[in-house]
């Protein structure tokens, strides 16, 4: 540690004012702030600060994510082997299915990082403005919701439209309306849906030299299958709730976004209150398909409603996507119903609607717009009541 | 626009004099009727999947902007205030109906393809938005420029655009393959055409791309605050 920091002190004039690389000091500063705690003292105003900074807070985050990863990168071995039909049980070759897993996933990881710090660095030095962390989830979130298959350009022509068009031009980190790493999904989703959706992009059936060895193998998700019609070949409950089955790397184990929920209420850094609300809205929206569903002879709607909140991305979105601090409604009240509407229109879209087979990704994105409006309605109806009582005491 | 003023009783001036220069030129820029007035965004959306179509339909707007214009001008005080609106629609709409019928004598593929848009014409902004503000009160000439001027700024965002969204979304240029067919992952390659720029909202997407960069270089066009 003592030589890091001494190496840093002596590489500072190079970058500071009238030194060789002034030009790259934006850079300079977001690596010298990302190691040590800079030595800043406060000018004026709040002299008191909490020692968690926006830095610490990106990076409890991904934390919080690391579950999912990691499950992420055994499940793409898993199903990838399952496909070939080698270690079909669970607990065999445990180290192979980790290590498949591992290189199929960590250059998407790479790409994704590489791409979207990039054009923030780009963007930083251009406005002169500090570099801020927020790709630092952004970057680990985009991986975790692409499906194993995806070509690395793809990964990084979505991550360059969603840091671009997603976040800079609203203004950098913090003022962005739209979830920036849903953003990249989105528009993958839509640019190139033979590869972002469909039942040939989830499980990895090529062996080392890319030749396809399993040839007509269906590769369906859970929702892909009951979107066509055979809501009965679902996984069942507990292998939703822990993951063993076809999905984007990330979001297929309740279990692990569960993980990561607590580290995320513990620390207070996601909102229990949008979580909540999410898991009410979904499940209200689940048990009235639950009632209809019989009578209307759909199976789809009758899968039981805890099932039906652990299949998908509806865990994955609830912990990580919903509750992103920028696009999320800032209101305690606002909240509330920007939760409960994401869970009622993602298990609404999912079931209803048979172009999208799974309606989080939709559902949170067209929250994330509403919830400015959502917002002013709640502090306008906030300003009524007072108004109101300020009149009776008079 | 407020300095579209007609200019009573000035010397006579040439055909090019700086005034009618700026006619023309103010709208590629400072006055662009799409990124800066923001005027027929709605054809911009919808015929520039192809740059075929986006150069037709520039050609259709130049015959009618300009002749509408001149017309207009022409009329301008002729035409009763309380009902310059139907009649500027009506010199629209005659006028549509001739281009209409010209691109199904001559063009017809092309007309199939933009023939709806064609007849949405009439109810592109920026024939009515320019009638109103420009032809009502002006000259024939400047109007017939200023028609011009419009229609060029209208059009260069259109192919600019439409090169974008053939390029990308089919892989062509003016219906000539550019990006090799052995790319294509259906031929063994990687490349995959882009769905989105097929879309309406990659074409909005664009459009904003333009007046972004478009602000950044051009600062006086930014608003306080």
Redesign the interface.
């Known amino acids: 540690m003592k030589a890091l920091k001494k190496a840093l002190d002596n590489l500072r004039p190079t970058f500071s004012k009238g030194g060789k690389l002034e030009k790259l000091h934006w850079v300079w500063d977001a690596n010298e702030t990302f190691l040590f705690t800079p030595g800043h003292a406060t000018q004026r105003g709040a002299h008191i600060r909490d020692g968690i900074d926006l830095k610490r807070t990106m990076f409890m985050v991904i934390l919080a994510m690391v579950p999912c990863l990691l499950f992420g990168m055994w499940n793409v071995g898993h199903q990838h082997f399952l496909a070939l039909g080698e270690y079909t049980a669970l607990g065999e070759g445990f180290w192979q299915k980790f290590g498949f897993g591992a290189l199929k996933v960590l250059p998407i990881v790479v790409v994704s990082y590489a791409v979207g710090l990039g054009i923030e660095f780009v963007f930083c030095s251009i406005n002169k403005h500090p570099i801020q962390e927020g790709f630092l989830v952004s970057g680990m979130l985009i991986p975790l919701v692409m499906p194993v298959d995806v070509?690395l350009?793809?990964v990084a022509?979505g991550t360059a439209f969603a840091v671009v068009?997603g976040k800079e031009?609203f203004g950098g980190t913090g003022m962005n309306v739209l979830n920036v790493a849903l953003t990249a999904r989105a528009?993958l989703f839509?640019?190139?849906?033979?590869?972002m959706s469909g039942d040939k992009v989830w499980v990895n059936t090529s062996t080392a030299d890319g030749q396809a060895v399993v040839d007509g193998f269906s590769g369906a998700t859970s929702l892909g299958l009951a979107a066509t019609g055979n809501a009965g070949q679902v996984t069942s409950l507990m292998d939703s709730f822990w993951g063993f089955e076809a999905g984007s790397i990330g979001e297929t184990s309740a279990f692990a976004c569960l993980l990561g929920a607590a580290l995320l209420l513990f620390t207070g850094i996601g909102s229990w209150r949008i979580m909540f609300s999410v898991f009410l809205g979904g499940l209200t929206m689940a048990g009235i398909f639950n009632l209809v569903g019989p009578g209307l002879g759909n199976e789809y709607m009758q899968i039981p409603v805890l099932h039906q909140l652990m299949l998908g991305s509806f865990m994955f979105g609830l912990v990580f996507m919903a509750t992103d601090p920028v696009t999320a409604a800032q209101t305690d009240t606002g909240k509330w119903i920007y939760g409960f509407f994401i869970g009622l229109l993602a298990i609404l879209i999912r079931v209803v609607n048979p172009a999208y087979p799974e309606g989080m990704m939709l559902a949170i994105l067209f929250m994330n717009v509403m919830a400015p409006l959502i917002d002013h309605y709640v502090v306008q109806a906030n300003i009524k009541r007072r108004m109101k009582r300020a009149a009776l005491a008079a | 626009m407020s300095t579209d003023t007609a200019t009573p009783a000035a010397p006579k001036e040439g055909l090019f004099s700086k005034k009618n220069r700026k006619l023309i030129t103010d709208p590629l820029d400072d006055n662009n009727p799409i990124t800066v007035q923001v005027l027929g965004i709605c054809s911009a959306l919808a015929i520039t999947v192809k740059i075929e179509n986006a150069l037709v339909m520039s050609i259709s707007v130049l015959f009618v902007l300009v002749f509408g214009n001149m017309a207009v001008s022409a009329l301008r005080n002729l035409i009763p205030s309380r009902i310059r609106i139907i009649a500027q629609l009506v010199i629209a709409a005659g006028l549509v109906t001739l281009v209409d019928i010209l691109l199904k004598a001559y063009v017809y593929d092309v007309s199939k393809q933009v023939g709806v848009y064609v007849g949405l014409i009439i109810t592109n902004c920026i024939i009515m938005g320019r009638f109103e503000a420009y032809a009502m009160g002006n000259k024939v000439l400047p109007s017939a420029m200023d028609g011009i001027g419009n229609t060029l700024g209208y059009a260069w965002i259109l192919v600019v655009v439409a090169f974008f969204r053939e390029l990308f979304g089919s892989g062509t240029l003016m219906g000539f393959r550019v990006i090799p067919e052995s790319l294509y992952s259906t031929e063994g390659g990687f490349y995959f055409n882009n769905n989105m720029m097929i879309l309406p909202p990659m074409a909005l997407v664009l459009v904003g791309i333009i007046i972004w960069v478009q602000r950044s270089r051009n600062t006086k066009l930014l608003e306080e605050g």
């Open positions: 070509p350009w793809m022509v068009i031009v528009f839509f640019a190139y849906p033979t590869m």
